[in-house]
């Protein structure tokens, strides 16, 4: 992923860009009840703080369905419509309810391309304050392995902030 550069021109690491980016959004979104504008503030955020990210933004689910994700907020190109609990990396997430960081979409079972350039992912599970799934929040690059584990524990931290328990 491109590194970031403080007003000294020194390199901003990773996981401060992340952290950074939650004070962020907490002040962006204070006193903002809505779910939507909450997930489409995240998403533009996400996106003009990290100008690799092919792709940025939330599946929900589908109160109608239960097993079922349709698309919500995102910045990107066009993305499928709907992923039923179990199909390609964000159903698999949502079905099992935990973040997957898949290094090359290439091989994993059942990754829903919807945009070819995409090589990496990952998929975060977004709960409620109840600890109910409300969404997943998915992230593609059109690199390889662009993502790990601080990538996973940043976005985990701010849908936490937003959506879950406190
Ligand atoms: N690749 C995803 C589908 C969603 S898009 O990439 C926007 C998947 O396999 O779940």
Do not use: N
């Amino acid at each position: 992923m491109a590194e970031a550069f403080d007003a000294a021109g020194l390199p901003i690491a990773k996981a401060d860009r992340y952290a950074g980016l939650a004070v962020e959004i907490a002040a962006v979104l204070e006193g903002e009840p809505d779910r939507i504008a909450r997930m489409a503030t995240i998403a533009a955020m996400l996106a003009q703080t990290f100008a690799a990210f092919l792709w940025c933004g939330f599946y929900l689910v589908d109160p109608a369905k239960g097993d079922e994700l349709v698309v919500g907020p995102y910045q990107g190109t066009l993305g499928c419509l709907r992923i039923a609990f179990g199909r390609g990396v964000c159903g698999t997430a949502a079905l099992e309810r935990r973040t997957l960081i898949v290094p090359d979409v290439a091989v994993f079972p059942g990754h829903i391309v919807c945009d070819a350039r995409s090589r990496s992912e990952v998929v975060v599970p977004v709960l409620d304050r109840s600890g109910a799934l409300i969404a997943v929040l998915d992230v593609d690059s059109a690199e390889p392995a662009a993502f790990d584990e601080t990538d996973a524990a940043g976005l985990e931290a701010i849908v936490r902030q937003v959506f879950g328990a406190a």
